[in-house]
C-alpha cells in the first residue's frame, strides 16, 4: 500500500447515466438520501440462518498433532446441512484445512476453546492463493476468464431483470452471475480506447497521465478483475424466461448503459458454508488466515484469528458472506490488510474487533452494496512511522455503494491509487483522525481525487487540540476532512468534483465542536446525481437494521450520533488513548467496544498480547447460535457449468 501523498467535460459518455431509475420500496435512508444515491442495503450479507438447526456430521473430533487429514476427510463425507464439530483444546495442526462442497461448516467449541495451531508450511491450496482455512469453489477467476456473454438491456437503476445475449447455463438458486463493463471512455471486449473523465460518476481504474488528461489512479492497477473492467455487481439467478434473467440483487449503480459493453459472465459457488466458534493461530505458518474463494451466502462467524501472514479473513470473489463477531490480532507482513474484501458484493462485515493491524479493514477489489458496520479497530499497528495509516481503506477502483455504519477507529481513506470510487456513505462512523505519536495523514476522512459522492452523515469526527482545519482540498495533517487531494507519483491533480458532489450532513466535529446542518455542504446543485437537502434533522438509528439487533446488548441504541447526548465512548481515558475524549457526548460504546474493554479486558491503547475471546461471553449467543433474520431464496446447491 503506498502512502497517500501530498471544468470536465461530461457529455457523449455520459447520456446513459440520465436514463430513469426504478422506483426502490423505501428504504431506511429515504429523505436523508436521494434514490441514485443508496443502496438496498438491507440485503447485504448471507441470506440464511448459518448453521441453525443443522445436524452434527460425525462425532466430535477430539485435539491431535498432526496433518488436518482428519478434519478435512469429515468435512468431504458430511451430507447437507450438516457441520463438523471440534472439540476444546488444541490441535496442533501441519497442513490447511479445506472447505470445497455446499451446506458444509466448521464449528469450534468457542474461540477460547477449540485452539488450531497451525505450524511452519501449513497451507491450503485455495486454488493458489494460499490460507490457512479455506472455502473455495472452482478455480475460475475474473482474470481467467475473458469472454463474457453480452448483457443485451436490463440496465436501470433499481431493476433486477436483465436480457443476456444467451442464457445457456444460468440456472436459478445455482449460478452466480458477474456483471461488469468497461471503464468511462473505452468499450468493446476486450475494452479498448482512452479512459476519460466524464466529470460526474466516473468510474476508472488507468494509471492518470497529464497529457489529455486521462486516467485516474496515481500507480497502475493491480486487481483482478479484467483489464479496464473495473465496475462490477455480483448477484444470483432466481428465475430465468429466455434469455431473460431474473437477479436476486437490483441493479445498484446508475451507469450501466451499452456504450460501455457491458457483459455477464457465470459462476458456480460453493454455497451456504461457514467457519464459526474457533482460534486460528498463524504464528508459525507464514500464511493468511481464513480465506473464502468463490463462496455465495456464507459466513466466517465468533472465530479468533492470531498473528497470520498478511489477512486474517479474505473474501475473493464471493458475495453475499457474513464476517461477524470475529477477533483479529496483529499480522506479520509489514503491509498487513486484516480484513480484506477483493472482488465481492454485499458483503457484511459487522461487529468485529481488530486488534494491533495497521490497516484493519482494506478493499483490494472493486465491490458493490456492502455493510461494513459496528467494528472495532484499536492500536493499529503502524511500523514506526510518522503516518498513521487508516482504519478503513479503499484500496482498490469501483468500490462503490457501500455502507459504513457505527464503526470506531483512527479514520477512512477512499484513495486514488489504484482508481476512482462513487457514492459510499459513512453514517454515524466515529473517527479521531488521531493515533499518538503519528503527525502524518492525520484525517478523520480521506476521500482523494476521483472519490466521488462521498457522503458523511450523522458521524463524529477529529480529536480536540489536535486538528485545527474542518476539511481541505489538499493533502494536509491538520484537516478534520480532506475532499478531493491529489498527490502521489503521477502527478493527479486535486479534484474539485469531490467537494462539490460530497455531502456532509449532521455531523460533530472538534473543529466547529458542534453538529452542522449546513445546506451548502449537500450536493443539491449537482447537474447529474444531485441529492437535495433533506427536509429533518431527524436521522434514522440505521441505514440498514430495522431495529435494534438482537446481539446489541445493554448499550444505547443509536451509539453515535447528533442525536446521542451522554456517551461516553471508552470511558474516561487518559489523554494518550485516540478514544478518550467524550467528544460532547455524541459517541458511546459500541458492542464489540464494550466486548474489548469490559469482557476482555484490552488496554485503552490497544497495546500488549493476544487476548482470550469468546462470541458467546460477549453478545449472548449473537448471531453465532441465531444467525441472521431468513431472508428468502434458500437453499442454494453448487453446480459447476
Known amino acids: 500500500m503506498r502512502v497517500l501523498r501530498p471544468f470536465l467535460f461530461f457529455f457523449a ?23 441514485t444515491h443508496g443502496a438496498d442495503w438491507t440485503r447485504a450479507g448471507a441470506q440464511n440462518n448459518h448453521s441453525q438447526g443443522w445436524t452434527q456430521c460425525g462425532t466430535t473430533i477430539a485435539p491431535y498433532s498432526g496433518s488436518a487429514a482428519t478434519i478435512n476427510s ?20 501441519s497442513s490447511g484445512i479445506t472447505i470445497g462442497k455446499s451446506n458444509v461448516a466448521l464449528r469450534g467449541s468457542g474461540a477460547d476453546q477449540t485452539l488450531l495451531v ?20 472452482p478455480n475460475v477467476s475474473a482474470g481467467s476468464n475473458p469472454a463474457g456473454t453480452n448483457w443485451a438491456a436490463g440496465y436501470a437503476q433499481g ?15 445455482q ?23 466524464n466529470g460526474g460518476f466516473f468510474v476508472c481504474s488507468a494509471s492518470y497521465s497529464s497529457s489529455g488528461p486521462s486516467g485516474c489512479a496515481g500507480e497502475a492497477p493491480s486487481n483482478a478483475y479484467r483489464t479496464l473492467r473495473s465496475q462490477i455487481q455480483m448477484t444470483y439467478a432466481t428465475a430465468v424466461s429466455g434469455n431473460t434473467v431474473t437477479i436476486a440483487d437490483p441493479v445498484v449503480a446508475p451507469n450501466w448503459r451499452s456504450s460501455q459493453s457491458p457483459q455477464v459472465w457465470l459462476y458456480s459457488p460453493v454455497v451456504n458454508s461457514g467457519i464459526e466458534n474457533l482460534s486460528v493461530d498463524g504464528t508459525s505458518a507464514n500464511q493468511d488466515g481464513i480465506k473464502f474463494y468463490g463462496c455465495m451466502n456464507c459466513w466466517v462467524a465468533g472465530n479468533r484469528i492470531v498473528n497470520p501472514n498478511k489477512r486474517a479473513i479474505t473474501l475473493f470473489e464471493s458475495a453475499h458472506v457474513d464476517v461477524q463477531e470475529n477477533y483479529s490480532y496483529g499480522a506479520q507482513n509489514s503491509d498487513p490488510y486484516c480484513i480484506s474484501p477483493d472482488y465481492t458484493s454485499f458483503l457484511k462485515i459487522e461487529n468485529n474487533i481488530i ?13 458493490v452494496g456492502t455493510v461494513v458496520a459496528y467494528n472495532l479497530s484499536i492500536g493499529d499497528w503502524d511500523g514506526g512511522t510518522s503516518y498513521m495509516w487508516f482504519s478503513l481503506w479503499t484500496h482498490s477502483s469501483a468500490s462503490m455503494y457501500n455502507l459504513y455504519e457505527g464503526n470506531i477507529g483512527n479514520g477512512i481513506v477512499f484513495d486514488n491509487i489504484h ?10 462512523d466515529y473517527y479521531s483522525g488521531w493515533e499518538p505519536g503519528k503527525n502524518t495523514q492525520t484525517n478523520a476522512v480521506y476521500s482523494a481525487a476521483f472519490a466521488r459522492y462521498t457522503h458523511i452523515i450523522g458521524s463524529v469526527l477529529g480529536h480536540s487540540g489536535y486538528h485545527s482545519a474542518y476539511q481541505s482540498q489538499t493533502a494536509t495533517s491538520s484537516a478534520i476532512i480532506v475532499l478531493g487531494a491529489g498527490g502521489d507519483s503521477n502527478g493527479v491533480p486535486v479534484d474539485p468534483k469531490v467537494l462539490g458532489t460530497s455531502m456532509r450532513w449532521g455531523n460533530y466535529d472538534t473543529v466547529n465542536a458542534a453538529v452542522r ?3 451548502s455542504e449537500v450536493p443539491a446543485l449537482d447537474p447529474l446525481l444531485p441529492n437535495l437537502v433533506p427536509l429533518t434533522q431527524s436521522l434514522p438509528p440505521s441505514f440498514y437494521l430495522a431495529s435494534k439487533p438482537s446481539w446489541w446488548g445493554s448499550e444505547p441504541w443509536p451509539p453515535i450520533g447528533p442525536d446521542v447526548s451522554s456517551g461516553t465512548v471508552y470511558g474516561s481515558g487518559g489523554s494518550t488513548t485516540w478514544a478518550s475524549q467524550s467528544v460532547a457526548g455524541h459517541a458511546n460504546n459500541t458492542p464489540a467496544l464494550d466486548c474489548y474493554k469490559n469482557v476482555m479486558g484490552g488496554p485503552a491503547d490497544g497495546s500488549g498480547g493476544v487476548l482470550t475471546f469468546s462470541a458467546g461471553t460477549c453478545y449472548g449467543g449473537g448471531v453465532i447460535s441465531s444467525g441472521p433474520p431468513p431472508t428468502p431464496p434458500t437453499g442454494l446447491t453448487a453446480t459447476v457449468n
Open 355 to 367: 486488534q494491533r493491524c495497521r490497516s484493519t479493514i482494506v478493499y483490494e477489489g472493486p465491490d
Open 74 to 93: 469429515a468435512l468431504s463425507s458430511c451430507g447437507a446441512n450438516q457441520y463438523v464439530l471440534l472439540g476444546s483444546g488444541t490441535f496442533n495442526l
Open 159 to 173: 431493476g433486477n431483470q436483465i436480457t443476456l445475449a444467451s442464457a445457456s447455463g444460468v440456472t436459478p438458486n
Open 419 to 428: 482508481g476512482s470510487h462513487q457514492m459510499n456513505t459513512i453514517f454515524r
Open 13 to 35: 459518455s455520459i447520456v446513459g447515466l440520465m436514463a430513469p431509475t426504478v422506483t426502490p420500496a423505501q428504504q431506511l435512508w429515504s429523505g436523508i438520501l436521494d434514490t
Open 175 to 197: 449460478t452466480m452471475l458477474i456483471l461488469d463493463q468497461c471503464d468511462d471512455g473505452t468499450t468493446g471486449v476486450p475494452c479498448s480506447g482512452t479512459v476519460t473523465d
Open 517 to 519: 446542518w449546513v445546506a
Open 118 to 137: 497451525f505450524g511452519s508450511g501449513a497451507s491450503s491450496g485455495c486454488n493458489g492463493l494460499g490460507a490457512l482455512v479455506c472455502i473455495q469453489g
